[in-house]
């Protein structure tokens, strides 16, 4: 019974994490809280959740992959940058100081949350900048170099800071042209699913990974990852949004307060 509470716990975690992932991001603060609650050291959680929530990202994906569909030449190009962005970002992390990094997480969700929230008026002002991208200025065909390039720095964004990817790949997809919320979604999850790729990857070579805890987390959030993002297909396109910007200002906050207060 000892062993099964903890469990049950870190189970039900994961599932809300991959199903918070799908619907809006910050999934993260179901999960890890559970796996230091269920008593693994800290490094050990960030990599065990990592791994676990990896394929919960596919499943989102996959549930989306009507969506995706519909700029199939576009996810090829947004595959290879976020890769290699992931890779980026996580040697930028490694030569990046805990206190400076610490200090400067609330302030990267601000950013991500209130592009978000105001995408429609800073889209105005993207118009200008997309000229000197080489973007194209349709918000019908969203993509080319320019808007490839914004992604390798979301990318790098995600490998070097992972909580608030999600927001901010929402972010920077809706002010390149992307429009339509699910379609947001769908892209966000098929981003994030190559960025853990690359982390996950990096946590089972170095062989810091609960397998145990591991296991159960990546059956749980997989199918929590499913049920939110079919969820969120039914979901009020408003709505939807709403929880976006609810998810991100509930994370800068959480982090302001941690970094600044406690």
């Known amino acids: ?87 980026g970002g996580g040697l930028l992390l490694l030569a ?24 429609n008026q800073v889209g105005s002002l993207v118009k200008r900048v997309k000229g000197w991208l080489g973007q194209q200025t349709q918000k019908s065909n969203p993509g080319g170099p320019g808007g490839l390039l914004f992604q390798f720095i979301v990318a790098v964004y995600g490998g070097f800071f992972g909580a608030g990817q999600g927001i901010l ?36 070579i170095a062989g810091a990974i609960s397998w145990p805890h591991t296991l159960v987390m990546l059956l749980t959030a997989t199918l929590g990852g499913y049920a939110g993002a079919l969820l969120a297909k039914r979901l009020p396109a408003l709505w939807l949004k709403r929880l976006v910007i609810g998810v991100g200002a509930s994370l800068t906050l959480i982090y302001f307060y941690k970094t600044y207060v406690s």
């Open 1 to 87: 019974m000892t062993e099964l509470l903890p469990m049950l716990l870190v189970a039900g975690g994961a599932f809300l994490a991959g199903a918070m992932n799908a619907m809006a991001g910050g999934g993260t603060f179901f999960s890890f809280p559970a796996l230091l609650a269920a008593g693994l050291p800290p490094v050990t959680a960030n990599a065990s959740n990592t791994v676990a929530l990896w394929p919960a990202s596919l499943s989102s994906a996959w549930a989306y992959r009507q969506e995706l569909a519909r700029h199939r030449g576009w996810v090829m190009g947004l595959t290879a940058v976020s890769f290699l962005g992931g890779i």
């Open 96 to 119: 990046t100081s805990n206190a400076a990094f610490a200090r400067m997480i609330p302030w990267l969700l601000l950013i991500a949350t209130a592009l978000f929230a105001f995408s």
């Open 169 to 204: 790949t929402l972010a920077a997809l809706s002010i390149q042209g992307v429009t339509h919320v699910q379609e947001l979604n769908g892209l966000k999850n098929w981003i994030a699913a190559v960025t853990y790729t690359v982390s996950a990857l990096t946590f089972i």
